[in-house]
């Protein structure tokens, strides 16, 4: 019997962002018959070129022989095994980077020397193709060994489906469809045994336990992890299952799997996890409809669906510049922007703006050596963005930089003015996935630097997705552009939340204004406190407001700033940040009302040490004011300007 593991839904399920609508978009439009009747057979399926001359008539010669370099470096690649001591790290010292980095550079390996060799057709990387092949089936399992549960070893008779061993799966089918051949006249075994062990650790389970996976559920909200798996085991199904009637059952299963996703979609189609998720999550869901269109002859196709054109939509609402992005919760600010993979979903969606924001990002950041350079993860994704190299139009078209939006099911507002400043700000709740404790929050960027940030998420350990994970700084209200009152922060959990939330933006100003009376503890003696946070076009500068009312002031109330700029408070009523630039701005404060400090948080040990490089190299610091009287009612004032 298989069990409900704990540690996995604690991990990756933090919460949810909206509440589950039955939409059922995909198992409702089309019928197992239907699929039975459109699905392409196996043996006419041909989603990639399968030998040099298919792959030499779709992508250029440059490319070809930069990804057949590319498997070259891993001709003497030794594929090490998992073993004993490396997969209990992670109970044993809560680390989980260097059995992840054992793991994905044996896939990176074994997919680029396939690559390499479906191009090149010599036959001199397949002995290495079938090293890396064995190495990876002999693993006892496919995935993270933070996502097995108590045992943090894998119990055989209980498989579970994670990213990567849906990752896994993918990478082995593809390497099937692609060598397959001749991996035949090596030894039969071989593609024998990548059958037996994806059909043992992916397709049984989920034939017959689907429902025992947190990211299948359809009554609870879902996250990335849905869409990523579907992503890779819909190929796995299409390129591995030789009985037909199988594979459509199996086929028509992962439709309705990626119908839980999009069941747990808020109307406004935004992603609770922040775009660099939405890379995972939106942009799989995207992999998965294209694939779902791709094996039918294009017979199921929602995306005219308007929640799936918002979904699409929600990536270039949240660009700020370049490369930075909204990056709320364990969002990262930068993001390795997928032009190609954008580009082709533009297309599908027929919306000008992202298939201009695909063609942007591609020339300016994923010219074709650099973005086919290495293989990480979405293997079927890559595959595809091979052959799109040669697709995209090089006439790009307009890509617009959005002015503001209002997402209102996660309650984000983003707005940006004519001299370059860019608010994004959100009401919320504490219960979201990935969560950090920070509702009505703010960012503030200025001509495409960042003033006041959210920090961001550090490494990820045992401690990041446990019951200690609000004990690490970056997910405390305390590190976020927010006040502590009463001596006390914001608490985890859906009932904190904003209430009472408005926005209101026209061309003189954007506002977002809640109640954060309830996203905080208790014991804080909150009885109303109103945030108002106010991009103000005409003075071109930010406006923040709280008005509160306690019902006993304890102790001075604080308000925090977090920045990257060099900060200056020698100067009474106004702080001076200093961009890496030397672009300035100033908070502006009552100097009659409060005192100035400001101090580093921490980069030492294993959770914090990615934020001595994650900002360019320059540090976090949290700037706090603490108000110099205590009083239990009262309105607050600060503004954020240029001059």
């Known amino acids: 019997m298989y069990k409900f593991i704990g540690i996995f839904i604690l991990s990756f399920s933090i919460g949810g962002h909206a509440q589950v609508v039955q939409r059922n978009v995909l198992a409702n439009r ?195 992890w849905n869409p990523w798996i579907v992503s890779n085991w819909v190929e796995a199904i299409l390129l591995l299952e030789n009985n037909e009637e199988r594979r459509a059952q199996m086929f028509h299963q992962s439709m309705s799997a990626l ?63 370049k490369k930075y992005f909204v990056n709320f919760a364990d969002a990262d600010p930068t993001v390795n922007i997928d032009g190609l993979m954008l580009y082709r979903f533009g297309k599908a969606l027929n919306d000008s703006n992202m298939i201009g924001m695909g063609q942007w990002a591609f020339k300016s950041y994923g010219t074709a050596s650099k973005a086919l350079s290495s293989f990480g993860f979405y293997a079927p994704r890559y595959i595809k963005n091979i052959l799109t190299t040669e697709n995209i139009n090089n006439t790009p078209q307009t890509y617009t930089y959005t002015k503001d939006a209002w997402l209102k099911d996660v309650q984000v507002l983003t707005a940006r003015s004519g001299n370059g400043f860019y608010l994004a700000t959100h009401g919320g709740h504490n219960g979201e996935s990935h969560n950090h404790n920070d509702v009505g929050d703010f960012i503030f960027y200025a001509n495409g630097e960042p003033i006041i940030i959210d920090a961001g998420r550090g490494n990820y350990t045992a401690r990041t997705f446990s019951s200690h994970r609000y004990e690490l700084w970056f997910t405390q209200s305390q590190y976020h552009n927010l006040p502590v009152i009463n001596g006390y922060g914001q608490l985890a959990g859906r009932k904190h939340a904003a209430k009472n939330v408005t926005s209101f933006i026209n061309d003189k100003e954007a506002i977002l204004k809640l109640d954060l009376t309830d996203a905080y503890d208790v014991k804080a003696g909150i009885e109303k406190w109103v945030r108002e946070i106010k991009l103000d076009r005409i003075k071109n500068q930010i406006n923040i407001s709280e008005s509160y009312q306690l019902k006993e002031a304890i102790t001075p109330i604080q308000e925090n700033f977090i920045t990257i700029c060099k900060v200056d408070v020698s100067q009474l009523g106004k702080i001076k940040l200093t961009t890496p630039t030397a672009t300035q701005y100033f908070i502006n404060y009552d100097a009659k009302q409060w005192n100035v400090n400001s101090d580093y948080p921490s980069t030492e040990g294993p959770e914090y040490s990615s934020f001595k490089t994650k900002w360019g190299g320059n540090l976090v610091q949290r700037i706090t004011l603490t108000k110099k009287a205590i009083s239990s009612k009262g309105n607050l004032v600060f503004s954020i300007t240029d001059k």
């Not at 406004?268 to 269109?293: I, V």
């Not at 005219?304 to 990536?315: E, H, P, R, V």
Request: proline share 3%; hydrophobic share 40%.
């Open 30 to 224: 089309y019928s197992l018959a239907q699929v039975q009747q459109s699905l392409i057979k196996k043996s006419a399926y041909h989603p990639y070129p399968l030998n040099s001359s298919e792959w030499h008539a779709k992508v250029s010669d440059t490319i070809i022989k930069s990804l057949i370099a590319g498997g070259e470096s891993f001709l003497k690649y030794k594929f090490e095994p998992i073993s004993f001591s490396l997969a209990m790290e992670f109970k044993r010292s809560g680390d989980r980077a260097n059995y992840e980095a054992v793991q994905f550079k044996k896939r990176r390996a074994l997919l680029s020397m396939v690559l390499a060799e479906s191009m090149e057709n010599k036959g001199r990387f397949m002995e290495q193709i079938a090293n890396g092949i064995w190495s990876i089936c002999e693993e006892s399992f496919w995935g993270a060994s933070a996502h097995i549960g108590n045992t943090f070893l894998p119990d055989q008779d209980q498989p579970v489906v994670d990213l990567f061993s849906a990752e896994t799966a993918a990478v082995l089918a593809l390497t099937d469809y692609l060598v397959g051949s001749k991996l035949d006249t090596m030894n039969v075994q071989i593609r024998r045994r990548i059958y037996f062990e994806t059909n043992n650790r992916i397709f049984e389970p989920m034939l017959h336990h689907s429902e025992n996976f947190f990211w299948m559920s359809r009554v609870n909200p879902v996250n990335n």
């Open 259 to 321: 119908d839980a996703y999009i069941n747990s979609l808020g109307e406004d189609g935004g992603c609770d996890e922040g775009p660099s998720y939405w890379f995972a999550a939106g942009a799989s869901t995207f992999d998965c409809l294209e694939t779902f269109g791709n094996a039918t002859n294009h017979q199921i196709n929602i995306f005219s669906d308007t929640l799936i054109q918002k979904m699409g939509a929600y990536i270039y609402k949240v660009h700020i510049d």
